[in-house]
């Protein structure tokens, strides 16, 4: 399709920035509309070839375990991982029945929104101050990435060793200064609740460099005309930031919503290490049940409901946040 | 249209984002067949990690069994613990399950007709040579369909030192004793802890079993699991009594075991349950701990121990595989090389020519000891595999919750897989 717009090198085509946007004023020479009427066939057979090891990624990694993931979530899978036919939909009927679902499903939220909502405003500031020249920023740019570039799993294992009673460092720390008055320190990652809010804080540390990233690259687009006027008009920083500056991030501010609240929300080793030791389902999100289906209870068939529900969740998410702050429109 | 499209992109993001964990499940495969074209046999192998030195201990083994068999070829995969089952789940959904495999259940797999029976892939005097208690605890509906690998016991292991500090004069051997101990070691202060209690996810089934047992409970047998009856109910009240005292570490529900061995090896805890390697343990981290083992306390002081012993299977992928795997489990139960294995391992041996050479180790001799006494879980039930799940996720709870709703709990868990 692009091939009969591109055909023609005119500015306008590349000033829209779209190829389809510059179809029409480019539409001059008689044959182009014509041809467009049937798009079909030829450009298709053309195109083939050349899209073909995409469709073959997407098919295979994208529609294929979406599709076998439902198929299980209908059929009897024994303990042994067996296929004993199908139950139809007794396997959702089973998730939905269970007694801790309800919890679960509203821990996972205020996991998602928590997090995302923290990593964002956190990294508003972050990406500010590296936005700013001084000396050694570099530097500083370089060790924001630490967190992204070194494994989650590491990462979090550090923390929870450092959580650990008896020989942790960070609890020995909150000894050392009086805040944990029992001599080997408190099980953080003991009790369901302070294990689920250590887990929000190492998920957010691990998801700033992403969005940090993200929101300076969207600085780097804000002209500095616009700063400059409003400068000349009188406004102060604060204004100038809620006004200017803010406005024009939405762009780069919504995708990273987008992505952090996908990423969060099937976030699964960061509350495996940190409450995997914990009895019950009072530190579970959806992930993780999905994970105790699979490992404690060898139910693959109901797992696989479950991340189907997950799924489910997730596209209505997004679906209603490109709805209602639709993160394509330009500003 | 536009909109819709971006619409569109954006869901597919998503379903790609989610999927992530999702197609976890689909790799692993490594597609080896059973010949080659060299016309040598290969056998797939699945081990759990039982030390650092496992994959060595194994590899020993297979090195002197192709030497004396070279048409046929061993392939070993280590796994730890922790990932085993999920490993052997994923390789049977895939069609490719290992020819032999070391494990703990067996029996839903042999309820699922996966398994050789174990007649059919060991000669006449290696079947005669297993210890017949250890056998008869591989067996479903009578017929063997495991083979016995190691088999290992539990005992108390006492600090003498913090014993003596708190004035308590000898090991206790009963439940009284046991509560009365433990208090007066946690009073010691300076976070030292009485009896350490591992009820976390890594071995709830264990500690469960050390308290619901000895306060005459079962968890039941072959045909039926019972953990919601009333004999239980002593040793889970026990617990509580065990925790309310503070007797305990802190956050008992919740501790797993290695970690927790770990600080009683560091001497910060009076009384722990552990396990022959736990001796090897001890005398790399502090040889200078001074310890001994004593049988478990009991509710009435009776003499009694939980047996572990895990099994070594054979699944039946391959006709022409048995001869060969007949050949290796030959070999490899054969005294010379069996002993150093599970001595190299630190477990007990399974054969009674094993036993007989080492009844003068020391280091075992307290554990051998206390074997004749020892109950074993019901793992040749089908059902054992959904119990032990149901242990290790919901024991935990009775830190906070009533022992018998905890129990109902677990019950109606198994009831339903």
Request: net charge negative; with cysteine.
């Amino acid at each position: 399709m692009s091939s009969t717009t591109d055909a023609s090198p005119n500015p306008t085509g590349a000033a829209a920035g779209r190829p389809r946007s510059g179809g029409s004023p480019a539409g001059g020479k008689g044959a182009k509309p014509a041809r467009r009427g049937k798009p079909g066939g030829r450009d298709l057979a053309a195109a083939l070839p050349w899209i073909t090891p995409a469709l073959i990624l997407i098919f295979g990694v994208v529609l294929f375990p979406a599709v076998v993931m439902f198929y299980n979530s209908t059929r009897d899978i024994s303990l042994s991982g067996l296929d004993k036919g199908s139950v139809g939909f007794d396997n959702y009927v089973e998730v939905f029945q269970f007694p801790y679902f309800w919890p679960i499903f509203f821990r996972t939220i205020v996991w998602v929104v928590v997090v995302v909502a923290f990593t964002v405003v956190i990294s508003l500031g972050l990406a500010q101050i590296l936005n700013k020249a001084f000396p050694g920023r570099q530097l500083v740019r370089l060790v924001v990435i630490i967190p992204w570039a070194a494994s989650v799993v590491m990462t979090t294992m550090v923390v929870y060793y450092g959580l650990e009673p008896y020989f942790g460092i960070i609890n020995k720390f909150l000894v050392d200064i009086g805040l944990v008055d029992t001599p080997e320190g408190y099980g953080w990652t003991k009790n369901p609740t302070t294990a689920f809010m250590w887990s929000i804080i190492v998920a957010i540390f691990v998801s700033l460099p992403f969005t940090t990233y993200t929101i300076l690259a969207g600085l780097a687009t804000v002209p500095g005309d616009t700063l400059e006027a409003a400068k000349m008009d009188g406004a102060g920083s604060v204004r100038t930031y809620f006004t200017i500056v803010l406005p024009q991030l939405r762009g780069a501010l919504s995708v990273a919503v987008l992505i952090n609240i996908i990423n969060v929300f099937n976030s699964l080793p960061i509350l495996r290490v940190m409450t995997g030791s914990i009895p019950g389902y009072d530190a579970d999100t959806i992930m993780t049940m999905i994970f105790k289906y699979i490992q404690n209870q060898h139910k693959v068939d109901v797992a696989s409901a479950l991340s189907v529900v997950a799924f489910v969740i997730v596209i209505v998410i997004v679906a209603v946040y490109v709805k209602v702050v639709k993160p394509m429109k330009e500003v | 249209m536009k909109k819709s499209l971006r619409l569109g992109a954006a869901i597919a993001l998503a379903a790609t984002a989610s999927l992530t964990l999702a197609s976890c499940g689909f790799g692993g495969g490594n597609g080896s067949d059973g010949g080659d074209a060299s016309g040598k046999t290969t056998l797939n192998m699945l081990v759990p990690s039982y030390s650092d030195a496992t994959q060595d201990n194994w590899d020993t083994v297979i090195e002197g069994f192709e030497k004396e068999n070279p048409d046929i070829d061993v392939k070993l995969e280590v796994q730890s613990w922790d990932n085993l089952e999920s490993v052997i789940t994923t390789k049977i959904q895939g069609g490719e399950a290992p020819d032999i495999y070391n494990g703990g259940p067996f029996a839903g797999f042999a309820a699922d007709g996966l398994l050789y029976e174990t007649k059919d892939v060991v000669s006449d005097d290696t079947y005669s040579d297993f210890q017949d208690s250890f056998l008869a605890n591989a067996e479903v509906d009578g017929t063997a369909y495991a083979l016995p690998l190691i088999a290992s016991a539990r005992a108390l292991f006492v600090n003498n030192d913090l014993l003596e500090q708190a004035g308590v004069s000898a090991a206790p051997t009963n439940w009284d004793e046991l509560l009365d101990a433990a208090t007066k070691i946690s009073k010691l202060g300076g976070g030292v802890a009485g009896y350490g209690m591992p009820l976390g996810s890594e071995e709830a089934q264990a500690e469960a079993a050390v308290w619901l047992w000895g306060g005459g409970g079962t968890f039941g047998d072959a045909e039926e699991i019972t953990v919601d009856i009333p004999e239980n109910l002593p040793g889970a009240d026990q617990i509580k009594k065990m925790i309310d005292a503070g007797a305990t570490q802190a956050d008992p529900g919740s501790t797993d075991r290695t970690p927790l061995m770990e600080i009683f090896v560091q001497g910060k805890i009076g009384m722990q349950v552990g396990l022959p390697p736990t001796v090897g343990q001890i005398e790399d981290g502090n040889p200078d701990l001074n310890y001994s083992i004593v049988p478990i306390p009991t509710k009435d002081g009776s003499p009694f121990t939980l047996g572990v012993m895990d099994q070594l299977m054979a699944f039946q992928n391959d006709g022409d595989k048995q001869d060969a795997i007949k050949k290796f489990f030959d070999y490899y139960y054969s005294a010379d090389v069996y002993v150093p294995w599970v001595q190299a391992e630190g477990f007990l041996p399974v054969t009674k020519s094993g036993a007989e050479q080492l009844k003068d180790d020391e280091a075992l001799a307290p554990f051998l000891e206390v074997l004749p006494d020892a109950q074993f879980y019901p793992s040749s039930n089908p059902k054992w595999q959904a119990t032990d799940g149901a242990f290790k996720s919901l024991f935990g709870q009775i830190q906070s919750k009533p022992a018998q709703d905890v129990l109902t709990e677990i019950q109606a868990q198994v009831d339903a897989s």
